[in-house]
């Protein structure tokens, strides 16, 4: 029963993930068409379950709401990813359910699948939560008009959901005993030159380059809620003329800006959004340098399969987002491109939990 269960959780996770990206491909897709009001309410759209388009349901709306016109191009991609996000939250709500169900059985059996570990309930249920907060974030986001704190933790949300539906994947794969146990990995692969010592700052290396990861997130997802991604121009390396332009990061990084305002567009002046997209490309330098400082450190492992792989993947998907960053300022943040940096961006933290997970499966 236990192991059965097990592979139900982990096929769940692995559509998912699918899933969730998906939901963060269509929340940019959103954002960089402007539609993120699209729809003056939530959970519906004018009070509507679909984007109002005849004459009558558009009356109807635009006598609601007359101080948001309808505009169907604009209210559809804001539905669409409301129904994939939905969609998500109703499957791991069935995925907690199911597991509630499980751990009752397994409780009242004294089977030896019962004995051979434990379901990751909390993993589950802490997703479970992390969604419901997700719905929450989203309503903030239409409510208290694209606040850009509220916009900025909502895509940080999103991409917390994919990372933890990922690394349920890889938990779940591992349990179910697709992969040989960590003692026969640890046999096969030792290697007497590399210490525990070293094998452990390799860890605690690994950890910074994901939190480097996230901050370089962060740094985009308040880009693009503040509307700076074209502060700079297509200007590259620099920006409005000069290395070092005129800017702000006091109120470029402020984040106590007042709640009412309708922040659609931006509200911030030049200079701070200078300083918001420079701060992000130094970000993004800084980010690429380390991570290949780690993939040259780590490639010591490249014995062990797993992590030569986590590392190959790492890089190459580095690689590829540093080309879609630098295309993005060069053509003016085409919309195939930016959905496309921002799936990337999701893949890059991928990889890093990927890396995390292997390195902390072995002991040295």
């Known amino acids: 029963m236990y192991g059965q269960a097990l592979k139900r959780i982990h096929n769940v996770a692995v559509f998912s993930v699918f899933l969730a990206m998906v939901v963060v491909m269509l929340g940019a897709w959103t954002r960089l068409v402007d539609a993120g009001l699209g729809c003056p309410d939530w959970p519906g759209c004018y009070g509507f379950l679909t984007v109002p388009e005849t004459p009558e349901k558009i009356a109807i709306a635009e006598m609601r709401y007359p ?153 985009g997802a308040w880009t693009a809620s503040n509307y700076a991604a074209l502060a700079c121009g297509n200007e590259l390396p620099g920006c409005q003329g000069s290395l070092w332009p005129e800017m702000n990061f006091g109120k470029g990084f402020n984040l106590f800006q007042e709640v009412g305002p309708n922040y659609l567009g931006g509200t911030m002046d030049n200079e701070s959004r200078v300083a918001i997209q420079v701060a992000h490309r130094i970000g993004a330098l800084a980010l690429t340098a380390y991570l290949l400082w780690l993939a040259l450190r780590i490639w010591r492992c490249r014995h062990i399969p797993v992590i030569r792989n986590a590392v190959i993947a790492m890089v190459s998907i580095l690689a590829a987002q540093l080309v879609l960053g630098v295309s993005n300022v060069i053509l003016l943040i085409p919309l195939s491109i930016a959905v496309a940096h921002n799936a990337f961006g999701a893949l890059l933290l991928l990889s890093m939990v990927n890396l995390n997970f292997h390195l902390n499966r072995f002991q040295k």
């Open 67 to 219: 101080e948001a016109p309808v505009e169907a191009d604009k209210g559809w991609p804001e539905m669409i990813h409301r129904y994939f996000a939905s969609t998500l939250g109703f499957l791991l709500l069935c995925l907690a359910a199911y597991t509630v169900k499980i751990q009752r059985s397994l409780k009242g059996a004294a089977s030896h699948d019962a004995a051979q570990g434990s379901l990751p309930s909390g993993h589950i249920y802490g997703l479970l939560a992390l969604v419901i907060l997700q719905g929450m974030f989203g309503m903030w986001t239409v409510t208290l008009k694209l606040w850009p704190q509220v916009v900025s933790l909502h895509l940080l949300g999103g991409f917390a959901t994919l990372s933890l539906l990922f690394l349920l994947v890889l938990r779940t794969k591992d349990r179910a005993g697709e992969k040989e146990t960590h003692e026969q990995l640890n046999s096969a692969y030792a290697k007497p030159e590399l210490s525990a010592l070293q094998f452990g700052a390799m860890k605690r290396f690994a950890l910074v380059g994901l939190l480097l990861v996230v901050l370089q997130i962060f740094l």
